[in-house]
């Protein structure tokens, strides 16, 4: 693809990406495998797969990239990414969660391992060369963090670039004890492209105008943007000594009053810790002018939710909803193409945008 976009890595000088990204349907198509395929993405809870011998099976961002994923755990308690879709003639395999000792696809009886190794299959005798490597399900590169998921459908996608910093910086956490709670999770469908919502996200600029619930707990002045390969990190300040983080001396933050840190990975996960707990938000494309936004909700502290920075997330939603919704308006506008950038307060949308065109421009 010729490039189409270019963003000056000088901020002061620098120009929005132009609207044609979010308007040009051919550009939403090679997002797809240019930008999603390429990077991690988010399956959720090792709960998923409790037990040796659980299977679930699941699709990697259902409406856009739409590819059929199985999770399994072994006997030796070991967890797997698989293509869900049988070597054989290609029909999906598991088609709900189960518990099995191996897979076998209902279509012809072939069996796989639950490391996705295959294993027989009927009145193949007279086949020559056979089994070889490509019977067996593909396997994906699978991270564990904590009790969290992650897989990529790219075989070369560097986990450490996407993780390493967020990883290292709450290394103190107790993970384990980070428990799911459904009931307090919640999904939202937003009127607008998918990356408007991820731009709006990566920048507390807005704070003081949008949010003014948020704006009487966050120490705007004191709010940062830390940059990194393929994350990064807003770190939001309390002006109080109330709901912070008790930080221990190993954090660099330690003596800092955090009210919440706010880790975006390219390019659509979002990783809000706060003092109760944390909001992982997904941000799935639907169309090229809809989008879907899942929050997981985990506490860690059950005494401490929905206060500080953390609190009232759905009226905090609703009031981005609304102002993502209107730029969604104004892009298509004849007489809006590109903006600049403020030096201060926008340097994670313009991280965010020399990311996407290194991706398109790959």
Known sequence: MQKRFQIDPDISVARTLNTEFYTDPYLFEESK??????????????????????????????????EPLLLTRDANQQIFCLSNVCTHRGTTLVGEACHSVNLRCRYHGRQF????????????????????KEDDLTRLPLHVWGPWLFTSLDFKADKKQYFQKMEE??????????????????????????????????????????????NAVIDFGNYTTEIFKSSNLQLGLAKSDEQIFDLPVSSPDHGKKVAAYYFFVYPNMMFNFYPWGLS?????????????VSFYTYVWKE????????????????????????????????????????????????HFHQLVCESLNA
């Open 113 to 132: 391992r639950l490391d996705g190794s295959f294993l027989s299959m009927p009145e193949f005798k007279e086949v020559k060369n056979f089994p070889g």
């Open 303 to 350: 005494e401490l939710f929905n206060k500080g920075a953390g609190s009232q997330l759905d009226t905090v939603e609703m009031e981005d909803e609304e102002v993502v919704e209107a730029v969604q308006k104004g892009i298509r506008s004849r007489f809006y193409h590109q903006g600049r950038y403020s030096v201060s307060r926008e340097q994670g949308i313009h």
């Open 169 to 214: 910086r709450l290394s103190w956490l107790p993970l384990d004890k980070f428990i799911y709670k459904p009931g307090l999770s919640s999904e939202y469908i937003v009127k607008a492209h998918w990356a408007l919502y991820c731009e709006n996200y990566l920048e507390g600029f807005h704070i003081p105008f949008v949010h003014a619930g948020l």
């Open 280 to 292: 992982i938000n997904l941000v799935q494309p639907l169309s090229i002018e809809k989008t879907k």
């Open 33 to 66: 495998e240019k930008i999603f395929s390429k990077s991690w993405q988010y399956i959720g809870g090792d709960s998923l797969v409790s037990d040796p011998g659980s299977c679930y099976p699941f699709t990697l961002l259902e409406n856009y990239l739409n």
